[in-house]
């Protein structure tokens, strides 16, 4: 009885050493056997997607909307989108991107959803890494065309917020013939300047300025933003390049320009707003039967704010005492 128990343990070690898991480039020989492991990994989350093999990355992204074709994340600043390879060696840091983390935080969709059910959540657009705010998800094939069409044809409006290193003056647009709305600091102002051989417009109006004792021109100006197009770096690069004015904390395109006290602080740009047709819900009451369209907006960090009303009250604080 022994004998055969040892002759058993014997073979299913055998059998363990000859599995492995195969990688793209492997041979196949005659005679092995190709197994498809559906269900792999331990989940105490029910609505995880089952076909993860690795752990949950540690952090969380909060999930502003929800439905079995599309999610609006809130990604907080100094996390990627997707990993670096050309700078990671792998492993868990690689892992901490937003890509890694989808199939944990968000619910698979419904069995018999119409449009194609993606094996994982699809990231639609990219942010920055050191940028905050609105991220757009897919999770059928038919809302990752509908959205990548809607990016593609610019009628998806998204809104950034903004700090900038320096005095921004506002202006009034060719159409603005009224002399009372030169004084109106809610015009928008178009930037059309070409970044890498390709045309960018960027549509910018003023929120708010404060003094302040660190910045260039002795002032921070809050603006809000809107992109017409998506060019890399677009925000950094016009209001860096064209302006001379820099976003706070940008290192990478700031140069002199930034003063130190601003570059440990972080880039301040929140991607807060956005609106897009919805891929597959419509307006039942409207008699054209169009898309319900979605938006989304969120409250700017509170460091936002916080460093307005410090540079301000120390700019104004009476330092001969």
């Given amino acids: 009885m022994i004998l055969v128990q040892e002759q058993h343990q014997l073979q299913q070690q055998q059998q363990q050493q000859q599995q492995q898991r195969g990688k793209v480039g492997d041979f196949v020989f005659s005679g092995d056997v190709i197994s498809c492991q559906m269900f792999l990994g331990n989940y105490s989350k029910k609505q995880c997607y089952p076909n993860i093999t690795y752990e949950k990355p540690q952090f969380n992204v909060p999930v502003l909307y929800e439905d079995d074709h599309v999610a609006v994340l809130n990604k907080p600043a100094g996390i990627a989108v997707y990993s670096d390879t050309r700078n990671s060696s792998g492993g868990k840091k690689q892992r901490r991107t937003i890509h890694f983390l989808l199939p944990f935080i968000l619910i698979p969709p419904k069995k018999g959803t119409e449009g194609g059910i993606l094996r994982r959540p699809g990231i ?13 998800i897919a999770k059928t094939k038919i809302a990752m065309q509908s959205l990548h069409e809607q990016f593609r044809t610019r009628k998806i409006q ?21 002399n009372d709305r030169k004084e109106d600091l ?16 960027t549509s910018w109006k003023l929120l708010r300025k404060v003094q302040s004792l660190n910045a ?17 770096h ?88």
């Fill in 216 to 232: 260039k021109d002795g002032i921070l100006s809050k603006i809000e933003i809107r992109l017409e197009t998506g060019r890399y």
């Fill in 186 to 201: 809610s015009c928008w102002n178009v930037i059309d300047y070409p970044l890498g051989g390709k045309y960018a417009i």
């Fill in 124 to 136: 639609v657009h990219r942010i920055d890494k050191p940028t905050s705010g609105i991220l757009v």
């Fill in 234 to 321: 677009q925000i950094r690069r016009h209001f860096s390049w064209l302006y001379r004015r820099p976003l706070v904390g940008d290192h990478l395109y700031a140069g002199l320009l930034q003063a130190h006290h601003f570059r440990s602080k972080g880039l301040y740009l929140c991607s807060n707003g956005i609106s897009f047709h919805h891929p597959i819900m419509r307006n039942n009451d409207d008699a054209n039967d169009e898309t319900v369209i979605v938006e989304v907006t969120i409250d700017l960090p509170k460091r936002f704010d916080k460093l307005m009303n410090a540079e301000e009250s120390w700019a104004l604080y009476d330092h001969s005492c």
């Fill in 158 to 178: 998204k809104i950034y917020t903004a700090i900038i290193n320096g005095d921004i003056q506002q202006q009034v647009g060719e159409n603005d013939n009224d």
